[in-house]
């Protein structure tokens, strides 16, 4: 391998791999660490110093120095603190050193990350745990072990322990609906995710000329350029050389981690990309994307651009977003969610489609709540992304299907006999036949679902566990129910027939930017949650803390600290930008502005005095001063909003006031800010355009 070229010879070079462990390991170490990785064992104090010192070992081959704990704490992004492998050993001399407990367990300083009060800020010890499944790594001379975090209560303080216990619980309800099927070869069952990322790339020059771009990976003023994405010349596009360039370095990075990136195009807007990975492990998945999140934005900076990920960095043109391909598998390779070959194969697929269906039906406030944040607020419902209205594509020829099964009726012109699940009059399925429909937040795509909803700076860690959560609590109503029925084929038919008849609202195979579409689902019972207070509201409900807890996924006081950092991370992102606007608009905007007005006035005096016509300088100075005038009043607005919010000690109070009157002057200032914008003169105004931004790279 090491010999090959190209992408043979880079591919997971810098992963202490499975095929790297075969390779360094004793036989019994590796089988000991293997049936870790599949089974969940816990690995013996033994064989964990073994693992830690071949691992060292590879590492200073490579190059490392350092070794961290990586985790993936509330904050959404990752976290690490790095000890040096260096240990003194007498004499001024030192030995290199890293012990099975140092692999499997750290103890960084948790009193400052997010807690929601699970903590507090004087009790600092938390702990890191170590996570066999997802491979240790070296970034930048760095040995990074992957793992979960926790308090010293053991509640979980990260994102990564509940994905992990969601994961548990899915295998352990799957498992009993499949052995159901009779696939007793069956060992474990694991949910996979293929994330796709979108992004923008801007010259460095011209964000460093934005500090709103700087404090808030959004631009809060910015009047719409001549073009935009309206000429849909930009999508699938040819790459520009210098976007290519940093896509080169990307993809080489990127493969020496071992993170399956394939798919990479031009998207919407301008200067708008995107990059697809193959699926894996959803646990893995999720730290392969918290990774290439961090590599685009250091590779952009070799290039002299940026790398942005905000949902909405520009108005007027698409926002980011992040397609979470969602799917579940056995450990002999069966997709749970792809139709079979027989009868009895179609059976199983319907019954875990179903429980898909009517889990995304019973927990659409959690799906929505799991990609709430300020940003993705801007997206959700723009005509560029799903609505904030959780709905599921199926396509005609599935949706036909259930239909049949539901009344009982023959499905195809040439079909004479009635749809019985499990028996020889139930169609052999046609494969990835379904139109893709981009409005939808939830569609079936063949052998997965692609949830759409998500914001591209999110983890995919919180959606993924609630759906994994979710379809565990369904699929254990259903093994409930099947386990102990006379009659299995009649109970699977009846069963798949009652849920589709209580959960077709759900379906819905139209146009979702539709606004009869909203009205429609209003009428349909789903809920509309437009912003993240109006969602995270429903966090705590009791049927969501029920199915959390008894699948041990989040303790009560886990959900509770969790809604707390929901509405504090919320409000101190609207707090920044609300900040950073009054700050630019009183010391860069409206000072240019008043430049422009006088030296406008100045000339139309001259020029009267000449005995020139000032028509146009009256008519511009007459536009600028109203809009002036109210873009002074709706920032004094703004000023009394900010103090007033951050007087407010409840959070969920705080968080209301944050979504309504601060945001509304925010909009309000903007609105004014941009028309000024497009009537001051180039040369006064003190930020780079939209269309310098956007169009910048080449």
Known sequence: MSNQSGVFGIFGENVFSESVMKERLPKDTFKEVKNAIDNGKRLSDEAANVVANEMKQWAIEKGATHFTHWFQPMTGITAEKHDSFIAPSGEGNIILKFSGKELTQGEPDASSFPSGGLRATFEARGYTAWDPTSFAFIKEGVLCIPTAFCSYG?????????????MEAINKQAL???????????????????????????????????????????????APPPK???????????????????????????????????????????????LAPIFTTTNIATDHNQLTMEIMKKVAQKHGLVCLLHEKPFAGVNGSGKHNNWSISTDTGINLLEPGETPYENAQFLIFLTAVIRAVDDYQDLLRISVASAGNDHRLGANEAPPAVISIFLGSELTEILDAIENDKPYGAKEKELLKVGVHVLPKFPKDTTDRNRTSPFAFTGNKFEFRMLGSASSVALPNTVLNTAVAEILKQYADKLEGAEDFTTAIHDLIKSEITAHKRIIFNGNGYDDSWIREAEKRGLSNLKTTPDAVAHYLDDKNVALFTSHKVYSEAELQSRHEVFLDKYCKLLHIEAETMIEMATKDILPAVSAYSSDLSENIITKKQAGADVIFEQAQLGRISSDMKSAYEALESLKDAVSKAEDISDYVSKADFYKDPVKKD?????????ALEAQTASDYWPFPSYGELLFAVR
């Open 176 to 222: 009993r609906v499949v052995k159901l099927f009779g696939n007793e070869d069956v060992k474990s069952v694991k949910t996979t995710v293929g994330p796709e990322q979108e992004y923008f790339l801007i010259d460095e020059e011209g964000y460093k000329a934005r500090r709103d771009l700087i404090y808030t990976g959004r631009t809060l003023f910015g």
């Open 228 to 274: 935009g994405q309206q000429m849909e010349d930009h999508y699938f596009g040819v790459i520009k050389p210098r976007v290519q360039a940093f896509m080169k370095d990307l993809n080489s990075e990127l493969w020496k981690l071992g993170i399956l990136a394939t798919t990479e195009h031009n998207e919407v807007a301008p200067s708008q990309h995107e």
């Open 666 to 674: 925010m909009d309000e200032l903007r609105k004014y800010c941009d």
């Open 154 to 166: 053991g509640e979980a303080l990260d994102k990564k322990t509940p994905l992990l216990r969601s």
